[in-house]
């Protein structure tokens, strides 16, 4: 198969003022794009996995040639990555159902977890995401460099944060600490729950 840019789910300004118009466009069109392209171009020579999606190319590094397992490490890593990112963004989301029961028994209730994904976000250093990934049932956080799944690690992520400097340079320059306050006003609760219960 190849590889395929989803499309944004809303349009670029459905997220301002936290994320701006201009960030999304370059951040979807342009940055995922990149990373679409790439993992189409370092499979090309290798048809043998030309029938696994991106997640299950992610899931199993290790069965990759070595050849081209840098390559999908970084790019297929990215094109999931922001494939789950676009989704779990929507503004005025209020937390409900499942999710909002296992954050308060798997994480210390809504307060705490805001603490602890903000301090794995803004602690990421250089370039990375946090997560909130479901492991053997239970809820737990994590930071990843680069564009690493937790995938890799057999974990399933239902929330993630992008800490690239691409992601909010435009509008926050050096303030990640800024963009991830902002980041809990613009999360589609409805969505996590829904990847939430898939992943349980
Ligand atoms: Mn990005």
Known sequence: ???ILPDLPYDYNALEPYLDAKTMEIHHDKHHRAYVDKLNAALEKFPNFSEKSAEELITDLEALPGEIKTAVRNHGGGHVNHSLFW???KKEVAISGEIK??????????E?????FSQAAIGQFGSGWAWIVV???ELEIVATANQDSPLTDGKTPILGIDVW???YYLKYQNRRTEYVENFFNIINWDKVNELYLKAR
């Open 135 to 137: 492991h053997n049932g």
């Open 1 to 3: 198969m190849t590889h």
């Open 112 to 116: 705490k977890f805001k603490d602890s």
């Open 165 to 167: 400097e691409h992601a």
């Open 101 to 110: 029961k296992a954050i308060e028994s798997d994480l210390g209730g809504l």
């Open 87 to 89: 989704e779990i963004l």
